[in-house]
C-alpha cells in the first residue's frame, strides 16, 4: 500500500530521555500537540521534512509558518554562512540591518520607522507601550481567539471550557489561558467577538476614552482561517481615526504571505502600527515593530524604550535579507496563491464526494479544514462549535501516511511545494476520508 502508516519508535524514546531535562520534554508548549506526541525531526528540506523514524513527511506546518520559501533554501543558507563569517552579534549596528530596514520600508505600507525585535511577542508588548504613551490613555481592545504571543497583558481570550463559558457577546467572560498571571491584568483589555462591526463601534464610542490600541490579526489565522467581513477592516481604521485609537495589525501570520506587504497591502488599509515576524527570516528569530513616524517618533527620541541585546545579530537580519531576495525573485506570493487554491478546491470537493461536513476556508496561502454544519464560520464563538474529535482523527490519518498539518487544522503552502504535493496531499486525504 502506497500510503503504509508511519510508527514513532525513536521519537517516544527520546520524548521520555528529553523529559527528564526539558520541562514536558519540550521547548515550546505547542509542540506537545504534534500526533501521537511530540516528534524529533532529522532534517528538513523544501517541502519535506524527515523525523527520527524514518518518516518524510511533504510539509504544510512549515515550521507554525516561517518556512515561506521551504525548508532549508540554498540562497537562505549561503546569505547567513557569508555574513556570519565577518561575526555574530557587535553590540552596535552593521551594513545589512540598515539594507533589511530600506527594504521593509519600500514593501510594507506603514513601514516608515521600524524596530527589530526577536519574536512576535516582543514586537507586540512594544506597540502597546508605544500606543500608551502616545494616546495617553490605558487599555487595548483585542478580540476573541486572535492569538499575540504568550506575555501576561494578552494570554486571555484564547482558551474556553465550553462556548457558554465566553458569556454575552458584548461582555465576555475573561478566561486566563495560563497560570501565573498577575492579579488586576485582565483591566489591561477589553475583549470582544471578532468581525461585528456594529458591537465594535458602539463599545469604541462608550469607552474610547480608555482605548489606546486596537490589535488585530487582518485575517483570523489563528483559528479557523476567518477573512474579515467587507467593510470591516475599514470601519476598524475609521473608529481609530475618530478616537485617537492606534490600529495596530498583527501580521505575524499574514506577513509576506498574503502579499509582500502583508495583509494591509492586500486589503489596502493602512494600520498605525504592525507586528511582522514568523516568514520574515525562515526560521532565523526575528520580528520587526513597523509603523508610521507620528507613532514611532517615541521610540526614535528613547521616550518608549525598545532594547534587546540580540536583536539584529548577523545571522538572523542575514537570513530576512536572503529570504525577502527569494520572495522578491521568484514569484512566491503569486505561486503560494495557486497552489493554495488548489488544495481548496480539492478538499471541498473530495468533502463532497464523501458526504462529509467537511468546512474549508482561507485565502489559499493559509487555510484551515474542520468539520462543522455551519456553512461559514466568521468568528471564534464559531469555531468552538467544530468537531474537534473528527477533526483529530483526520489530521492523525494524514499524519500517519506523510502529510503534515498543523493539529488545529491549519495548512500553509510554500514556494518549495509542488503540484504534485498538493496532488499526493489529496489522494491521501480521500484516502482518510474513506477510514473516516
Not at 135 to 151: D, I, V
Request: proline share 3%; aromatic share 8%.
Amino acid at each position: 500500500n502506497a500510503f503504509s502508516m508511519y510508527t514513532y519508535s525513536k521519537s517516544a524514546e527520546l520524548l521520555e530521555r528529553a523529559r527528564q531535562s526539558l520541562a514536558g520534554g519540550v521547548s515550546s508548549e505547542f509542540r506537545k500537540y504534534n500526533h501521537p506526541h511530540a516528534i524529533f525531526y532529522s532534517h528538513a528540506a523544501g517541502s519535506r521534512v524527515y523525523d527520527v523514524d524514518g518518516n518524510e513527511y511533504i510539509d504544510f506546518t512549515l515550521s507554525q509558518g516561517p518556512m515561506l520559501v521551504g525548508h532549508n533554501h540554498p540562497h537562505v543558507v549561503k546569505r547567513v554562512e557569508e555574513y556570519a563569517r565577518n561575526g555574530q552579534l557587535y553590540a552596535g549596528q552593521h551594513l545589512l540591518e540598515i539594507e533589511l530596514a530600506e527594504k521593509l520600508q519600500k514593501m510594507i505600507p506603514s513601514a516608515e520607522l521600524m524596530r527589530f525585535c526577536l519574536d512576535g511577542s516582543e514586537a507586540v508588548h512594544t506597540a502597546l507601550r508605544v500606543a500608551r504613551a502616545k494616546t495617553g490613555k490605558q487599555k487595548f481592545l483585542r478580540f476573541e481567539g486572535h492569538y499575540h504571543g504568550w506575555l501576561d497583558n494578552v494570554a486571555w481570550g484564547l482558551s474556553t471550557p465550553t462556548l457558554d463559558a465566553l458569556g454575552p457577546r458584548a461582555s465576555p467572560n475573561l478566561h486566563a489561558w495560563s497560570a501565573g498571571l498577575p492579579a488586576q491584568v485582565e483591566n489591561n483589555f477589553i475583549l470582544l467577538p471578532w468581525n461585528d462591526l456594529a458591537l465594535l463601534e458602539k463599545t469604541v464610542k462608550a469607552r474610547c476614552d480608555e482605548i489606546a490600541a486596537i490589535i488585530t490579526e487582518p485575517v483570523m489565522c489563528n483559528n479557523g482561517c476567518i477573512m474579515p467581513k467587507d467593510g470591516y477592516l475599514q470601519g476598524m481604521r475609521d473608529l481609530c481615526n475618530r478616537y485617537n485609537i492606534a490600529l495596530i495589525f498583527d501580521e505575524v501570520i499574514t506577513g509576506f504571505r498574503t502579499s509582500l506587504g502583508g495583509a494591509q497591502s492586500y486589503f489596502k488599509i493602512t494600520p498605525d502600527l504592525s507586528i511582522f515576524a514568523k516568514a520574515l527570516a525562515s526560521g532565523y528569530p526575528i520580528s520587526a515593530i513597523v509603523g508610521k513616524k507620528e507613532w514611532m517618533h517615541l521610540i526614535a527620541e528613547g521616550k518608549v524604550i525598545h532594547a534587546g541585546t540580540m536583536n539584529s545579530s548577523n545571522s538572523t537580519v542575514a537570513a530576512a535579507i536572503g529570504t525577502l531576495e527569494v520572495l522578491e525573485n521568484e514569484n512566491v506570493v503569486e505561486r503560494v496563491y495557486l497552489l493554495g487554491n488548489l488544495l481548496m478546491a480539492g478538499l471541498k470537493q473530495i468533502g463532497k464526494k464523501y458526504r462529509s461536513n467537511l468546512l474549508v476556508q482561507g485565502l489559499g496561502p493559509m487555510l484551515h479544514t474542520g468539520f462543522t454544519d455551519l456553512a461559514t464560520v466568521n468568528d471564534f464563538r464559531e469555531v468552538l462549535q467544530y468537531d474537534k474529535a473528527k477533526l483529530g482523527k483526520f489530521i492523525a490519518g494524514l499524519h500517519d501516511r506523510g502529510i503534515r498539518v498543523i493539529g488545529r487544522g491549519l495548512w500553509y503552502i510554500s514556494a518549495a511545494h509542488t503540484k504534485e504535493d498538493i496532488q499526493k496531499a489529496l489522494d491521501i486525504a480521500d484516502e482518510v476520508f474513506k477510514l473516516l
